[in-house]
């Protein structure tokens, strides 16, 4: 338990769905990022979230749209997915950006 | 564009053998963290590295980081099955982005 935790654990959606995941950490931590990760490729940071501020966007397509409601939770909106977006996706958390990520245990999805 | 090579991609030993594993850039980052990732977890840290030169040892597991702070080496000594999972680098680079590497599957059989 690293008090980072990510819901649904796994989903199974349609390209023409919509879809939410949700993290929340319960570390009082500042700092909140979503990452993809492939079966080929590093570790890619998507969104990073401080103090409920988005700074930084990956260059990632706007079927993915995140949200930071307050500093415990983050979600990570779906609509129109491709196939190619079936990944693992990581929530983290960190106290500040220059410290160890906390990582959730992550979302499984696949797009059919 | 930031890149961390880590070799091996795939490793798979006998229980009690030892092993490096590396991880080498072209670009200086202001620490070097060590991550373990196991099926169906997120990645936990094991170790940050952030003095060219330093070596930090957790238990069987010895890291260090290059003394121009672009490389690293994880060594494992006496491998155990425990030890299976995927090990993961990652540099911080000075804008606070962690770049990770592509990662080592490390399997160890009884």
């Known amino acids: 338990e690293t008090g980072v935790t990510q819901t649904p654990r796994h989903l199974v959606m349609g390209m023409t769905n919509k879809k939410s995941l949700k993290c929340e950490q319960h570390?009082?931590?500042?700092?909140m990022y979503w990452y993809k990760q492939s079966a080929k490729k590093p570790l890619e940071l998507m969104f990073v979230?401080?103090?409920?501020?988005?700074?930084e966007n990956n260059s990632v397509p706007s079927r993915f749209s995140p949200e930071c409601p307050n500093s415990s939770h983050l979600f990570l909106h779906l609509h129109t997915l491709q196939p190619e977006d079936s990944a693992l996706y990581l929530c983290?958390?960190?106290?500040?950006?220059?410290?160890?990520?906390?990582f959730g245990p992550g979302t499984r999805l696949t797009v059919l | 564009t930031q890149l961390l090579e880590q070799s091996p991609q795939f490793l798979s030993i006998q229980e009690g053998e030892n092993l490096t594993v590396y991880c080498n850039s072209s670009?200086?980052?202001?620490?070097l963290q060590w991550y373990r990732q196991e099926p169906g977890e997120g990645p936990v840290l094991l170790v940050t590295?952030?003095?060219?030169?330093e070596v930090k040892k957790l238990k069987r597991l010895t890291f260090q980081f290059g003394d121009a702070r672009k490389d690293s080496s994880l060594h494992i000594t006496a491998a155990q099955p425990g030890d299976t999972g995927l090990y993961l680098c990652a540099g911080l680079d000075s804008s606070y982005k962690l770049i990770f590497g592509s990662g080592t599957r490390l399997l160890v059989r009884p």
């Open positions: 670009s200086v980052f202001s620490s």
């Open positions: 590295v952030v003095t060219g030169g």
């Open positions: 570390l009082g931590h500042n700092a």
């Open positions: 979230y401080s103090l409920e501020e988005r700074v």
């Open positions: 983290a958390s960190s106290q500040d950006r220059a410290l160890r990520r906390y």
